[in-house]
């Protein structure tokens, strides 16, 4: 992830992407939108209708169901998407690396990787790492459009038990609901890498709130092992974690410099909200959201 402030990626090259996906999908899609008066259709985007189209593997109706819940989770999971500033995650990036990987797989997914930069639990807020992880994939489809697949690597190099404590339930449940609902991508593994022996204790916190579709994509490497090979292209990691990228450090500057950069694209992010009081029906609240709704929207895709 180069610094500097980024441009969106062209809709001509997008549409000259293998994706099957033309200008009349996303007309058509935008005629609904004008439609719904709580959603922010003004500041929804093409490119927007594109990801989420692409991510819903061509189905209108789908598509229509995803981007009402993608805006309406943007605006209740507050912890995640209010305040999305430099200041707000700078702490968190100086002490955990978020990186989109320069190389993809042969498959050409896209891979996301994080890794602990200082493993002093106290410094650790996972509802912060995650916000500033949904930052900089953003920032990373804004850039590059869509991606066949995408991927996410953890690193538990350096962490403990500690770390796992400061694990909170609700930004638990509410990021892997995010994830396998209305995430505008096609997901095709989560995988921790360096697992610890304590990992089972995190995938018994995860597993209520996963669907079967996303435990079959979770991938467990343990300490030591070299398995992670058969899924990503290891040459792309950072140097102290066994790639030949730059360092750590290098990379972590990268990411800190690219979010500063691009303070005006989160700005403008913001107005992506929706206005419950001109939704046709009953405003819906964080309590419509897990009590009772049968989240069945996306489809995962298992290889």
Known sequence: MAPG?????PLEEEYKKRTGISPEDTKELRQWLKTQP??????ITDLD???AYHSCER???????????????RTLFTNFFRNRTFEAVEATLKMCLLHPLPECTKEGYAI??????????????????????LMLIDLWQYEEGTWPGFIIVVDFEG?????????DLQSLQQFLYYLQETMLVRLKGLHFNNAPSWIDKLLMMMKPFMKKELMDLVGVHTAGSDTIKKHIPVEGLPKECGGKYKTMKECRDDVLN????????????????????????????ITDIFGGIEGSFKKLDID
């Not at 189905?59 to 229509?64: A, C």
């Not at 996301?112 to 992880?133: M, N």
């Open 5 to 9: 402030e980024i441009q969106q990626f």
């Open 159 to 167: 962490m403990n038990l500690g770390h796992l404590a400061r694990i």
């Open 59 to 73: 189905s209108t109706g789908v598509t229509k169901q995803v981007l009402d819940l993608h805006y309406t989770l």
């Open 49 to 51: 209708l594109i990801l």
């Open 258 to 285: 690219k979010v500063k950069a691009n303070v005006s694209y989160f700005a403008n992010e913001h107005n992506k909200r929706v206005n419950e009081s001109l939704r046709p029906g009953k405003p819906k609240t």
């Open 112 to 133: 996301f990787y994080t890794h602990l930069v200082d493993y002093d639990p106290k410094l650790f807020v996972y509802q912060d790492a995650i916000k500033a992880a």
């Open 38 to 43: 709580h959603l922010p259709e003004k500041y």
